[in-house]
C-alpha cells in the first residue's frame, strides 16, 4: 500500500489543502492519506491554536465522504514538541510493508534541512513536494549542494491550481467577520461560525 502522510495545524483546515491532498494522492498513486493535525510544532511552539478536538472534528468535516483521506490523531496526543521524523518512525514500525510519502508544499523544501534529521525524514518516505504554478520549482541539483546528501530519488514534485488560500487569513476574516465562503468547505465554515472560533474573546 501507498501511505501519504500530510501534517500541519490545520487551523482551520481548508481548500488548499485539500487540494493539495488530492494533487499528491493523484501524481503519487496513493492509497489513502492520513491527515495528521500537529500537536506542538517545534516551528510554531508558542501559537495560539484551536484545541485539538476543534481541528480534528474540522478535519473530519472536511474530509467527510472521502474514504481515502483519514484522520490520524497520534502527534496531538504527544507531550512536548512533535517532530516529523518521530511519527514516521511509529508509521513504519505500523506498516512496514508499505511505502510513506510526506505530501509538504513546495516552498517548504528549502526549510527542509531544518527539519530534524532530515536525511532519515528521506529514508523512510518519499517527499511528495506539490508546486504551485507561479512557484518556481526546485533545482534538485541545487537541493543536493545545499543539504549535503542526494535526494533527487527520493523527491517527487507535481503541481496544484494555483488557490491562494492560507489559514491564517481565514482567522483574520472570521475575527473580522468577513465571509468565508468557498475558501474552506461549507460544513468547516458553520463550525468555526457555531463555535465562534477566532473571536478576539476567545483567542
Given at each position: 500500500?501507498?501511505?501519504?502522510?500530510?501534517?500541519?495545524?490545520?487551523?482551520?483546515?481548508?481548500?488548499?489543502?485539500?487540494?493539495?491532498?488530492?494533487?499528491?494522492?493523484?501524481?503519487?498513486?496513493?492509497?489513502?492519506?492520513?491527515?495528521?493535525?500537529?500537536?506542538?510544532?517545534?516551528?510554531?511552539?508558542?501559537?495560539?491554536?484551536?484545541?485539538?478536538?476543534?481541528?480534528?472534528?474540522?478535519?473530519?468535516?472536511?474530509?467527510?465522504?472521502?474514504?481515502?483521506?483519514?484522520?490520524?490523531?497520534?502527534?496531538?496526543?504527544?507531550?512536548?514538541l512533535t517532530y516529523t521524523v518521530d511519527t514516521l518512525q511509529?508509521?513504519?514500525?505500523?506498516?512496514?510493508?508499505?511505502?510513506?510519502?510526506?505530501?509538504?508544499?513546495?516552498?517548504?523544501?528549502?526549510?527542509?534541512?531544518?527539519?530534524?534529521?532530515?536525511?532519515?525524514?528521506?529514508?523512510?518516505?518519499?517527499?511528495?513536494?506539490?508546486?504551485?504554478?507561479?512557484?518556481?520549482?526546485?533545482?534538485?541539483?541545487?537541493?543536493?549542494?545545499?543539504?549535503?546528501?542526494?535526494?533527487?530519488?527520493?523527491?517527487?514534485?507535481?503541481?496544484?491550481?494555483?488557490?491562494?488560500?492560507?489559514?491564517?487569513?481565514?482567522?483574520?476574516?472570521?475575527?473580522?467577520?468577513?465571509?468565508?465562503?468557498?475558501?474552506?468547505?461549507?460544513?468547516?465554515?458553520?463550525?468555526?461560525?457555531?463555535?465562534?472560533?477566532?473571536?478576539?474573546?476567545?483567542?
Amino acid at each position: 500500500m501507498r501511505i501519504g502522510i500530510y501534517g500541519g495545524t490545520f487551523d482551520p483546515v481548508h481548500l488548499g489543502h485539500l487540494l493539495l491532498a488530492e494533487s499528491a494522492r493523484q501524481a503519487a498513486r496513493l492509497d489513502r492519506v492520513l491527515f495528521i493535525p500537529a500537536g506542538r510544532s517545534p516551528f510554531k511552539p508558542d501559537a495560539q491554536l484551536s484545541t485539538a478536538k476543534q481541528r480534528i472534528d474540522m478535519l473530519e468535516l472536511a474530509t467527510a465522504g472521502c474514504p481515502e483521506f483519514i484522520i490520524d490523531k497520534r502527534e496531538t496526543k504527544r507531550d512536548g514538541l512533535t517532530y516529523t521524523v518521530d511519527t514516521l518512525q511509529e508509521l513504519k514500525s505500523e506498516y512496514p510493508d508499505d511505502e510513506l510519502f510526506l505530501l509538504m508544499g513546495a516552498d517548504s523544501i528549502q526549510d527542509f534541512p531544518q527539519w530534524k534529521s532530515p536525511q532519515l525524514i528521506t529514508e523512510l518516505a518519499t517527499l511528495v513536494a506539490v508546486n504551485r504554478p507561479e512557484t518556481p520549482l526546485p533545482d534538485l541539483q541545487q537541493l543536493s549542494i545545499s543539504w549535503g546528501f542526494d535526494p533527487t530519488n527520493r523527491i517527487l514534485i507535481t503541481s496544484m491550481p494555483a488557490i491562494g488560500i492560507s489559514a491564517t487569513d481565514l482567522r483574520h476574516r472570521a475575527s473580522t467577520g468577513q465571509s468565508l465562503r468557498f475558501q474552506t468547505p461549507r460544513p468547516v465554515e458553520h463550525y468555526i461560525q457555531n463555535h465562534k472560533l477566532y473571536h478576539p474573546t476567545t483567542s
